[in-house]
């Protein structure tokens, strides 16, 4: 089986480059959490993905399977370069385009999903004819941006993020773009801000598509009141449930740290979205993982 090797450092996270490359060295992981601590390490990303999950025992096997240096869980770097440079690139509107740069400068970069993920997004809510959307866990706004490029003009963002200072990095390029009347963005804690939300019967059932890309311990508080938020028929879209591959290897993988601090919250979110019957769902391998939910009931 051959591999690709990766060195990843905190604060240097690897980013993507258009025309860099294809394979290991050029290349943007998805992480989320500002307390996320990247030490160093180097990635091991097998090429061939046979469910064989024998190597983890390997001893040099060095950190995270399914973890190819790139946002997705594809067989190789240069698949996923290929997708972005066939299909991404040439489609991404120039305002998505310089906001994806201005972050790329910023530390933690590598919170911002990944620009195929966004187009699969804005794709998806367009198929849904959304209007009233949300997203849970902003940064600096890529994933924002492009929503409010999908939505009709007379659409509408409740954005919720603990932190303002990022979201306006991006803020005036979404004012350039000139969506920026259809963004809502609300400084503050996720669940007291949903909280809030439910105290008011308009809010009930009013959302077409809610995604949410944030703190995962809590994606299952956030279930539960996004299933009163959303309509039915309306999607909630939750953001890396595969969690870099992480959730079929051992527990003593030598994942970063944060990795296995939330693993166990994505591996119980998963099992719960998969029996909770109030919802059909579908989990993509875009990105780090994306598990779209329709509410039903
Ligand atoms: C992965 S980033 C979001 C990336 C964004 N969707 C994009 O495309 O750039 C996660 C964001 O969630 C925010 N966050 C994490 N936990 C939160 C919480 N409990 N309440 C509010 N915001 C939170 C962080 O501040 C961070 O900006």
Redesign the pocket.
């Known amino acids: 089986m051959s591999e690709s090797r990766t060195q990843i450092h905190s604060h240097m996270a690897p980013s993507v480059d258009e025309m860099g490359s294809a394979g290991g060295a050029t290349s943007n992981l ?5 307390s996320y601590q990247l030490s160093t390490l180097t990635v091991t990303s097998p090429s061939n993905h046979n469910g064989d999950t024998s190597q983890y025992k390997d001893k040099d096997f060095k950190a995270s399977h399914g973890t190819p240096g790139h946002k997705t869980l594809l067989q190789s770097d240069a698949l996923y370069q290929y997708i972005l440079k066939t299909s991404v690139y040439p489609r991404e509107s120039t305002y998505l385009k310089e906001l994806r740069k201005i ?1 790329e400068g910023v530390s ?1 970069s590598y ?3 990944p620009p195929d993920e ?1 187009q699969f997004l804005m794709l998806l809510i367009q198929l849904l004819n959304a209007k009233n959307t949300m ?10 941006l ?1 929503t409010a490029l999908a939505l009709p003009d007379d659409g509408k963002i409740v954005a ?4 303002r200072n ?2 306006e990095l ?1 803020a005036p390029v979404i004012e350039k773009a000139g969506v920026a009347h259809k963004v809502d963005f609300r400084e ?4 007291p ?1 949903l909280d809030k939300m439910l105290l008011n019967q308009e809010n009930l059932g009013l959302f077409d598509f809610i ?1 949410v ?3 995962k311990d ?1 994606y299952l508080k956030y279930h539960e009141r996004c299933l009163k938020l959303v309509k039915v028929e309306g999607v909630i879209a939750y ?2 449930t595969l969690w870099n591959g992480s959730l079929v290897a051992p527990e003593d993988a030598p994942y970063a740290t944060y990795i296995h601090q939330y693993r166990p919250f994505v591996l119980e979110l998963n099992k719960f979205l998969a029996a909770d019957k109030r919802i059909a769902i579908s989990q993509l391998s875009v990105g780090d993982g994306i598990t779209l939910c329709r509410r039903i009931l």
């Not at 998805?30 to 500002?34: I, L, P, S, V």
């Not at 919720?160 to 932190?163: K, M, N």
């Not at 503050?188 to 669940?191: A, P, R, S, V």
Request: aromatic share 10%; charged share 20%; net charge negative.
């Open positions: 998805k992480t989320d959490e500002q972050t933690l919170m911002a999903t966004v997203e849970l866990g902003v940064y600096t706004g890529y994933s924002l492009g919720i993020d603990l932190d990022n979201y991006g503050g804690l996720i669940l801000q995604f890309d944030a703190d809590n953001d890396n």
